[in-house]
């Protein structure tokens, strides 16, 4: 059976957000066994699994990709939405996407120190959407 959803994130800003439980919340009862796909349908925010226990971590993230990828980088010609327009996508990039996570007697199956990351790389707040497929 295939159920599939939206789940909206809030607006939460910049940064690295730690938002599991938000996504559990949304989503509901899990099947016994399966596979949650989760999609976010955003160009300049990503979606990513890591560390869910030292916020550190999340502040972490923030400094080294804004070291890898700052911006008015020298030359780069797409910022109509100003100086984060090119580097949030950049970065979202790396992230990456999607996620594909086990479901495993009716929970998430991730690790001792698993969680989901939401990504936001853009300078201004706004609500993002992602789209929650479960396969059980």
């Given at each position: 059976?295939?159920?599939?959803?939206s789940i909206i994130l809030p607006p939460l800003g910049r940064g690295f957000h730690l938002v599991t439980d938000n996504i559990m919340q949304q989503l509901g009862p899990l099947p016994n066994c399966g596979l949650l796909h989760l999609f976010i349908q955003h160009t300049?925010?990503?979606?990513c699994i890591n560390e869910n226990a030292d916020p550190t971590v999340l502040h972490d993230f923030e400094i080294i990709f804004n070291q890898l990828v700052p911006e008015n980088i020298?030359?780069?010609r797409h910022t109509y939405e100003g100086p984060d327009d090119m580097p949030a996508h950049i970065k979202s990039t790396l992230t990456g996407h999607?996620?594909?996570i086990p479901i495993t007697n009716h929970q998430l199956n991730l690790g001792t120190?698993?969680?989901i990351y939401y990504c936001e790389f853009?300078?201004?707040?706004?609500?993002?959407?992602l789209i929650a497929t479960i396969y059980s």
């Open positions: 059976m295939i159920k599939q959803q300049s925010a990503g979606i020298k030359g780069i999607e996620l594909t120190w698993q969680g853009r300078n201004h707040r706004s609500s993002r959407h």
